[in-house]
């Protein structure tokens, strides 16, 4: 499968960005799908992840309560929804694909699949 991350931006603190990864494939409804993201210096980290349904997510604690993240499996896209948007949150964020879609997965080794990457600044 080939994912393509969009939506990223330069954006004021306390402002919102919405992220778009659309994938190729007919899979993609199968698979679990997670956001990650990586500063300059900095190891990826988890943000947020969500099963094939829809039905189960998580999120890291330090986007929880701010950032969302959902998927349309008509459209082969998964999204996150920033809000509250603060310095910290700038970084290159990616999204992935993960085939054992029953569960969430908060680990970069847990995926199979990477998008390219979008930028997300956040100004303070």
């Known amino acids: 499968v080939q994912l393509q991350a969009s939506g990223g931006g330069l954006v004021q603190a306390g402002g919102c960005l919405r992220l778009?990864?659309?994938?190729?494939?007919?899979?993609?409804?199968?698979?679990?799908m997670g956001w990650f993201r990586q500063a300059p210096g900095k190891e990826r980290e988890f943000v947020a992840a969500?099963?094939?349904?829809?039905?189960?997510?998580y999120y890291a604690d330090s986007v929880k309560g701010r950032f969302t993240i959902s998927r349309d499996n008509a459209k082969n896209t998964v999204y996150l929804q920033m809000n509250s948007l603060k310095p910290e949150d700038t970084a290159v964020y990616y999204c992935a694909a993960d085939p054992m879609g029953d569960g969430v997965v908060v680990t970069t080794h847990g995926y199979d699949y990477w998008g390219q990457g979008t930028q997300v600044t956040v100004s303070s």
């Open positions: 778009s990864c659309a994938a190729s494939g007919r899979t993609f409804s199968s698979y679990a």
């Open positions: 969500v099963n094939w349904s829809g039905g189960s997510t």
